[in-house]
């Protein structure tokens, strides 16, 4: 595959929509322009039922839009089979959610390696090095061989980004990555999140219910019945 054009933005959904067919058909997302350009750290705000989730799922290609356009690098999502999308989305996005889905019998550093192996490029021996360098860059160098519930809530959610960055992504997709901790930790996996974008040139795209943070981010989008709405008095 060849590369894009340095100017071609990472990720660019236009007039993007998604109805579910129910009996009484419910949108989603209705009529997104947005596009969210290389090393930016992105959030997405809006009240609860306004369709963050639904938009950051579109955007990771976990789900496919009823109408409109989603290009990746320039590239029409809308004509990828369903291996080509998986393979998108296994080689270029990273995905955090609230709660970290970490498997629980498994080490820090075997739940990292899973990607891995699923993406099938490296060694068996290359893996468990990567993961062991993805521990030690996020401050986890002491724990590669806990399991999860020898962690405590903020690392394990930090084993959980460095499982997302397992296969060198662009873009990690996080969705209320700090949701389910306390301050002190919220406030680390935020800077981790952060450090990614400004230090190590990563894109991220963050659904928040935390308006500090989201104003924290470098740009904020803010979402209302499915559609994005200009930011005056939304807080
Ligand atoms: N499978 C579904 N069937 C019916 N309605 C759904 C389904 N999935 C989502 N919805 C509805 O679509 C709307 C958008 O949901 P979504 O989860 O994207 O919102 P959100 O902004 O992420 O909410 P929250 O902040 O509460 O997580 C909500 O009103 C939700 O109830």
């Known amino acids: 595959m060849t590369a894009p054009p340095r ?122 090095r990567r993961a062991e360098e993805l521990l030690g860059s996020l401050g986890l160098g002491d724990h590669i061989h806990k399991r999860p519930d020898q962690l405590s809530g903020g690392q394990r959610q930090r084993v959980a980004v460095a499982r997302a960055l397992a296969n060198d992504p662009v873009i990690l997709l996080a969705d209320e990555p700090t949701g389910s901790l306390d301050s002190r930790s919220s406030e680390q996996v935020f800077d981790t999140l952060r450090a990614l974008v400004h230090e190590r040139g990563k894109t991220v795209a963050m659904v928040t219910h935390d308006l500090d943070m989201a104003n924290r981010a470098d740009r904020r989008v803010h979402l209302v019945d499915g559609r994005i709405v200009p930011l005056n008095g939304a807080g």
């Not at 750290?41 to 306004?50: E, K, M, R, V």
Request: proline share 6%; charged share 25%; no cysteine.
């Open 7 to 128: 100017d071609t933005p990472l990720i660019e959904a236009r007039k993007l929509t998604r109805i579910l067919p129910e009996t009484v058909p419910v949108t989603l997302v209705q009529d997104i322009d947005l596009t969210v350009s290389r090393n930016e750290f992105l959030a997405i705000t809006g009240p609860s039922g306004s369709g963050k989730s639904s938009l950051l799922y579109l955007l990771g290609l976990l789900d496919r839009p009823t109408s409109g356009t989603l290009l990746v690098e320039g590239r029409d999502t809308g004509t990828m089979d369903e291996a080509t999308l998986a393979e998108t989305r296994l080689s270029m996005m990273g995905f955090i959610f609230q709660f970290h889905f970490l498997l629980p019998e498994f080490t820090a550093r075997d739940n990292i390696a899973i990607p891995m192996r699923k993406l099938g490029r490296l060694s068996r021996r290359e893996i468990d």
